[in-house]
């Protein structure tokens, strides 16, 4: 990385705001730090690559990048503002691919955009939201300048590759929780609380879907639709990608059917909670209507009741009652009803 | 805009009722408002482009505009009458596209239907019901020249723009609702009315499933068939409508698998607190019948009943009535019963 | 249609049992009434169609028939026993379809089958069970000669438009059941009578799209398939149908949903009332316990009880009585348990 | 049939374990009961076709059966072991055909498994299981000569056609208990007994449709696929067969949806049960505490009650008691809880 | 055997760590147990197989089995790290497939995975997790050395045969277990440990379901896609293989739609239980509810309660207690609800 380095500190600095990166690259060789406004010439010098990386650009950021480029209208306008679906879009002889990123933030999910314009020696990366920055990706690849060498299309697929890299932690903790739950709801009845994470989850996994799902269509397009900015030596890459994002896609929608069972498992857990409630009440109901009955009857006025006469009648009506009692305790609780 | 202002200035007003506009266009500017009667000889002159705005035109209206355009009979008798699935037909040289438009009105949603005729050289839109008027889109039409010069299908792309960005707003309330109604339900179980607004919102979001799923076909037709009407550079435009309401039906299909979720949630939930009721339901009897029990037993009138005789019989029992009491309402809440 | 008239009387009248009707028309009118066995002689003249409508044939009047047109054994075979499936078959060159017509009979649906046999010259109709007559619709070909005149797939298309016209009502009579239930589920709890009437309404969807889905294929390829018998202007034709096919399905579809979001609804309503009724219980079981409770210890026997001495005692338990009572009353009606 | 009976008499009786008959047909007639040792030599006589039904055969019968036709292992190894799935399959000139059958036994459903050899001048049938002679399908074919000197492949359409048919009993009998259980879900909840034969007509219905499914593929690829072993005239017959299988699937699958609105109908009736028996439950209980709240009062031993020592008091509280009684036993009934 | 043992005595053992097997065949006879250097001059011999056998090899020995077949990286690395979906690729001349495997492990189910390299003249199968060891297909194959002569793309059958066989001993168990739980499920509610069964069973459905899936498009391109490591004369094999996934997917399939009814029966069932343990609490609260009021009247102190001072009042009232018990029972026990 010596080299590149060099090459890096000959060159003035990068100072636009929501210009994360911009360089040249030459063999895979970082060879200079760029304007935005130099990006058009040094492209069109055979064997350079650009390589900008935005974030949240304001309008005229884009302008200028749309002119140095060419870039269509409606591309540039799309890259304004985000809440697009994934999708990648051939303009002339330009691509451009919108990906949705997760990442964990703490605790919870954080989703987040990112834009690319591809074309013949340069590659624009353009991120909103949440998405994580791109450094890793260029400092990964500025340390193997062999593959970076093969150009504009290698960066776009280590950028997807990153991208696609990066549900997985999202998804482990997703899983991690769903195992959580599955233990809670098949223990006992859910509470309010889990019933409310149990919900969460499910639009969590939702929006990972929502994200995941159209990329599969973006990266077999880049894998089968022989676009000329994707030499064919590059196509195994991206089937790989499309592989990495099946997998995920699948694993997504695993934990969505296993979070249905768990409700419908809940439900189940519920209703035999319900009914063991509504037994035990039953239960305590009878046993304690003995004595209630009973001693109604010994505690009623009329002149003639033998029984209450009797020395030992008191103390008779308590074993009865005692004997009544303990008698229903059991049978319940043979029943399983207590 | 003066050059156009002056134009119109020139030719003789609308009067014709159901007529809402009708202007020829030349180098996207309007240079007359015509009759419909004179649309056919307007239409004819090499880049005049007539544009024709109805809203619920009688038989006789859309008869005379049949005759100036040589429409179909089926798509006119289409046109007379609403409720037609959004679809796009082609005629010989002219298309026929039907739309269903949503738009808020006050606090509910207010469905429509417009119904388009394109050829070369002109563009009629016909609209039934709660659509609002496209004075907007010719009005911003109008401030581009540039844009519209390019023709019928420019004002095409326009016109079904801005019914796809008319979705939005209506998405909005429907997802805030949403959002509120979640807060609820995982708050508590819910009540008659929660519940009756859950079925109004999923009911709405069917009618604007079937009102925005059709049209990305429509759209796709648009952006992919090659019609003779469609100019290839116009094409990436309505690649972007497409999307545009492929990302709309994405929200749609969304927000009911949320309100699916919901649903169930809150079965649990509610679930849940009917079996908080009977848990409460028995602790409180089983509270209640110990000092009904202990009472009635010492109520009896037997003869020879010594703990009655005791001077601090009395108090003892109370004492251990309220022990009990005590003790089980301390057993229940420690296991959550109360 | 005075000529037409005139023609027809010099012709025989038509005799058989399970003829409807049976008439040759040239240029859309009616020259003659003929018997069965006549038809092939008069179809082989040029210009003139052989109209043929049957109900419920015998065997032997469906054998004449086949004679006169070559038609399939197999397809005999169909149109002698109901209960196929839609469909189209293409036999030679002749086509047989089968289509199942739903109507109004009084306030319940009664479902017929209809079978067609269209070839150059000719077209069979044969009915079975409850299905209406064509009658008007072989008025309103004749009173409109020049469309007739364009021969026997035009009279196709106007069987295929009047049995899918002839579903409109029923959905109507439906659509109105389902908005009556609509605000009876959400209003209360939902009676055995309603349950029942619920699902029979999903019942009668079910069968209704049983008829109308295939119904869609059968439209669909006498569109697209460019059949020998389907002259090409007529496809625009049957497309108008296919569309009429399709609407009715997806309001087909969107009752069904409609339905189920109904069951989902009421399965909740039901819910709330169960808790409710339980809150009730609850509610007036502690209301009740309190005085129970209280009047038990002041019934017990113990010589030494201090209270029972009192002057007002009885009087001051009863005041205590009565506003624990109240008060719980009031407590249970702020929490909306009451 | 004399003259085959005829030919029948002068040929050796079959006597091998697990062949149910094998013969030789020259146009339509059977003119040899053969041993399957000689099935090759008479199979390749012009004109021949041999015909061989076996039932469970061991693996020895198989093979010699494998050698006269030369069939391919892995249908033999099939056709050795049951549990196979429909399918067709082509091993060079033969084919292979694996159909499951349904036939009532009793009152239960039995499900068998029949395998088809087909090729030029031999149709082989093995069947397994509960499957039913073919000797019906025999007898129909020789009392009809003309049809079965179409050859080998009007064999297998007969065959096949006797399958399908044999499904609509089955489907009768299910459809007949279907409709007694329907009538059952809507009148009261369901007891134990009836869930369970709900549960198993699903099972039924499922291993049907599974039976059944795979069939339609089956047929129409004999219909479309232009087999060698299937002559284009043929082609109308299977689809005859195609279409009665769609029926029988489209009848299962109805029944199927309606099982599944039972057992949604049965669970609102359920809990409509449920919350009437709880309303049930409540009133009596609220009138019933009535007099044991009013008696429990008058029943404390407070010296001071002025009520006590009235006259009538006593008749007084009674008719308070029977007063209040009755009174809450309106107003339940009134408002439909009891 | 024999000879082949012999050849195997006359080459060096295999000492490497991870490698299972490492052999030579040629003519289906192993002439060479090899070490993982020497497989590529062995398999550049004309008519010679290479067949390694890896468990969970690291990535040294991936390394140097990479080099000897000029393996392509991806590949390598998919093959390093397990949890792949199952899939076929196709690198150059070399196919690269994954298999999910699964086995029973005492009573639990163990899944595993299978990686396959296979080109011409070579396969190298790598296990990992509880993958079953191939050494039964091994032996197999060498007992029958005129099919292993076919070649790599037999042992590549004979290995994917072995795997879908495997499915099967997995999925009786799971199938004798739901037909345990369907006759718990039916004859009363379920215990919570049962929903946890169903809850599990479910999962390990999926998790198999997941497992097959995918394999059957990897059979289906094997047996379709003229990939020209398969000749033409293996089709027929693999279409085997294809046929048996299908019939295991067919198993899962149905399996997972029984455990849906019979969560569905079972909330059918458990909603009955609750209602008769309601029913049964609300018959005996009526029987103790008579003694208790009638007791509770008679137990007032009224000073004038005539039939206190009856001779047989007690009895009298004893009497319609006990009356007015046995005859509530009995309505109670009529109706079904005790």
Redesign the interface.
């Known amino acids: 990385m010596n080299v590149a380095s060099q090459a890096v500190l000959t060159t003035e600095p990068i100072t636009s705001e929501g210009v994360v990166a911009a360089g040249v690259y030459v063999d895979g060789r970082r060879v200079a730090n760029i304007a935005i406004e130099e990006a058009a010439s040094w492209r069109s010098q055979p064997g350079h690559v650009v390589w900008i990386g935005l974030h949240e650009p304001d309008m005229a950021l884009l302008s200028s990048v749309q002119q140095q480029f060419q870039l269509?209208d409606?591309a540039i306008e799309?890259a304004d503002h985000a809440?697009?679906?994934p999708?990648i879009?051939q303009?002339g002889d330009a691509l451009f691919i919108v990906a949705r990123t997760a990442q964990l933030d703490g605790d919870s999910i954080a989703f987040g955009e990112t834009h690319l314009f591809v074309g013949e020696g340069y590659l624009v990366s353009v991120r909103h939201g949440a998405s994580t920055s791109y450094t890793p990706v260029r400092e990964r690849c500025e340390s193997c300048p062999r593959a970076l060498a093969r150009g504009e299309d290698y960066i776009l697929y280590a950028i997807l590759d990153f991208i696609v890299d990066n549900y997985s932690p999202v998804l482990e903790i997703i899983q991690d929780e769903v195992e959580a739950m599955?233990a809670q709801v098949?223990a006992s009845?859910?509470?309010?609380a889990q019933?409310?994470r149990?919900?969460l989850l499910?639009?969590d996994l939702?929006?990972l879907r929502?994200a995941v799902g159209p990329l599969v269509e973006v990266c077999r397009r880049l894998e089968h639709d022989n676009l000329p900015m994707v030499r064919p030596t590059m196509q195994?890459?991206f089937?790989?990608v499309t592989?990495h994002v099946?997998?995920v896609q699948?694993q997504i929608d695993?934990l969505r059917?296993?979070l249905a069972?768990?409700?419908?498992?809940?439900?189940?857990?519920?209703?035999?909670?319900?009914?063991a409630?509504?037994?035990?009440?039953?239960s305590?109901?009878?046993i304690?209507?003995v004595?209630?009955?009973i001693?109604?009857?010994?505690?009623?006025?009329?002149?003639?009741?033998p029984?209450?006469?009797?020395?030992?009648?008191?103390f008779a009506?308590?074993g009865v009652?005692l004997t009544a009692c303990v008698g229903l305790f059991w049978r319940f609780r043979r029943v399983g009803w207590l």
């Open positions: 269509h409606l799309d809440h697009q679906r999708k879009e303009y599955e098949l009845a859910m509470t309010r019933i409310e149990l919900y499910r639009r939702l929006r929502n195994p890459l089937r790989d592989d099946r997998t699948e695993s059917e296993v069972f768990a409700f419908e498992a809940s439900l189940l857990v519920g209703q035999v909670q319900e009914t409630v509504s037994k035990k009440l039953a305590w109901l009878a304690i209507a004595p209630t009955a001693a109604g009857i010994y505690g009623m006025n009329f002149k003639n009741m029984e209450l006469q009797w020395e030992y009648g008191y009506v308590m009652i």
